[in-house]
């Protein structure tokens, strides 16, 4: 590599992650995802909003499946949530795969960034996040008959049924923490604590990356084609 070349890359790493150090110049067997700011889906976003697109990440794990250079998958979550189907195809793919999928949970994981966090095989949350349980809501003109409240009902159950399906949580209790009035001054829901999830199972494990990184590594020892 060239001088002007190694220049080029140092102000580009300077650039992007404050460092002219390339931190991203070695070998590994793992693939890092991060789900960040306000899941997109179809509807483009405003350009000032941290967003996480639902059509880049996909092909990304359909990468890691496919790849046998990857074994294992560690997604990071900070998110407020977002488009919910987008959040569920998201989930789905990481919950499917079959190689070694752990999640970790820093700052928040809020709204669909609950099933997002529910779809790794083993899952951990950082002890200062929390995570944000709500009925499903929706933004813009809505018709006021029965099918529309029928519908909303139909997408809330698709999103506790894969909570369920993907955690140790009670449906009872997610449904109860979801509907809970006396929690969030302006809406309805409960806001956990990292103990409140593992409390109720909907997270595996407080922990930070050390822990997740340790237990993806040991998961994927154990890993069998």
Known sequence: MNDNSSNNNAKDNLD???SPINVFDFSTDIQYLTIIGQIEGHNVLPQENKTTKYENIIPQLIAVEENPKVKG???VINTVGGDVEAGLAIAELIATMTKPAVSLILGG???IGIPLAASGKYTFIAESATMTLHPIRMSGTVIGVEQTYNYFRKIQDRVVDFIIRNSKADRNEIVRLMNETDEIANDVGT???SRDAVRIGLIDEIGGLDAALAKLKSMIKDYKI
């Open 191 to 193: 806001i956990l604590s």
């Open 109 to 111: 994981g809020h709204s």
């Open 16 to 18: 992007n992650f404050g």
């Open 73 to 75: 998958l560690l997604t």
